[in-house]
């Protein structure tokens, strides 16, 4: 491959430049795992006075890169930001103590089980421009804590982020070389980082990206954790708050101009409240300012405009009607303001139910009971996130659980991303993995199992040789008394079992 050339904040990078990161990341890793966890803990608390001290600047940043209005930059990437430190400086000691298993069976009384966990060493973290802070920052918090070292790469699209997260993590005072933000083209920066040697790939981004660097990884047998795309599927039952649920899909849906994985895209209303639930979400579109300081920003590229406008005109050809329509914003101009769209008369071979449409556009159908709503949402090859809309929380806790979704809210759509405590990751085409959480905490960890033997002066083990016949009877009235179908056949495999057991003390 072509080495391309950037000067950017960090340096001239290309695929070399990278692996010459990841060997000095490698050298500065040891030392820093060898640390106490409560100094590390100490270091990550010097970014909470950073945050606590360039918030507004860091929302300035947001929204001047990705678009995004400055409140959704705000609440949905800063103040998250904020909430998963506290949470990861104060869970990560626990996240990472040994834990001692339970034993699975009596006669194996002597051996003791104990989980410990290790860092993987070198963590490359690919990130997205939708939501360009929150989704690295949290990643490289959890990696940095449990003793790795971490390239960054966030999306060309947003590289002022990438460097005021720089900023960030040099609050914090680390051994050189132990974080280095990277900037380079998108489509060199997988190839680099899985030739350079990191030990674990985070990516987050669009699910054909994620296969090819699956294939990339194979020879490796490179660990990989994937967030891809999503589309995501929201039940409106027939008892839903419908004023709430139409304001639940408005932010969902159309907060980041749409440009969520995980918002909230085809809305399978129950046939009894259809028309009032489409009514009210079409009056609230309808009132949405598109502006930079209005209701919903800009998208984040004329490129990605493009894309959705001609998802929207293949959905329109095929037959689907645009029930409402923001006043602001155009597919027709070249500027960023797309309008927000909802879409009836739609059917699940249309892109808006059948692909994932990165954009302000959700599409509205009904569905005559639970059954149907919960087959039309099933049947999508994502399986990130969903919802689902009741006052019967009872009922409405069972059907999630039947959804094919790695993360299901109640009565609310998307704001789990912002749970540090909440797993976040899907199921089918939208990837493979969990960040956020105790269960992303542990992505960042390599298991390993420990047994010990209790047993004092012991020779040898029961199943050791040298084997004999006596040996063979032993050990199959073990398994008579384990699994005998009577407790006479049980009891009577007692006697021999005992015998055996003194083998422990043969020489």
Known sequence: MAETKEKVAGGTQNTAGVAEKILAARQAQGPWAALPYGERARRLKKVTVYLGNHFDELTEVIHRENGKVKIDALAA?????????????????KFLAPRTLRGGNLLMFNKKSRMIYKPYGVVGIISPWNYPFAIPFSEVVMALLAGNAVILKVASDTPGVGRALEAVFAAANLPEDLFSYIE????????????GGVDKLFFTGSTAVGRELLALAAPRLLPLVLEL??????????????????????????????????GAQRILVHQAVYEPFLEKLCGLVQKLTIAEDGDMGPMTTLRQKKAVQKQVEACIAAGARIAAASPDGSFQDESLFAPALVLTAVNETM?????????????????????????????????????????????AKKLAARINAGAVMLNDHLMSHGLAETPWGGFG????????????????????????????????????????????????????????????RRLKALPAVMRLVFRYWEK
């Open 77 to 93: 990437e800063v103040l998250p930001a904020v909430m998963a430190l506290s949470f990861y400086i104060k869970q990560g000691k």
């Open 184 to 195: 380079m083209p998108g489509k060199e920066a997988g190839p680099a980082f899985i030739s």
């Open 429 to 488: 085409d939208s990837g493979l993995g969990k960040t956020h959480g105790e269960a992303g905490f542990r992505e960042m960890l390599k298991a390993q199992v420990v047994v010990d033997d209790l047993l004092p002066g012991i020779k040898r083990n029961l199943w050791w040789q040298p084997y004999s016949e006596k040996t063979y009877q032993g050990i199959r009235a073990i398994t008579e008394l384990l699994a005998g179908t009577t407790l006479g």
């Open 351 to 395: 892109p808006v139910m059948a692909e994932e449409i990165f954009g302000p556009v959700v599409a509205v159908l009904p569905v005559a009971d639970d059954e149907e709503a919960l087959r039309i949402a099933n049947a999508s090859s994502y399986g990130l996130t969903g919802s689902v809309w009741s006052r019967d929380h009872r009922r």
């Open 229 to 262: 795309g999503g589309a995501d599927a929201a039940i409106i039952r027939a008892d839903a708050d419908l004023d709430r649920a139409a304001a639940g899909i408005l932010w969902s849906g159309f907060s980041n101009a749409g440009q969520s994985c995980g």
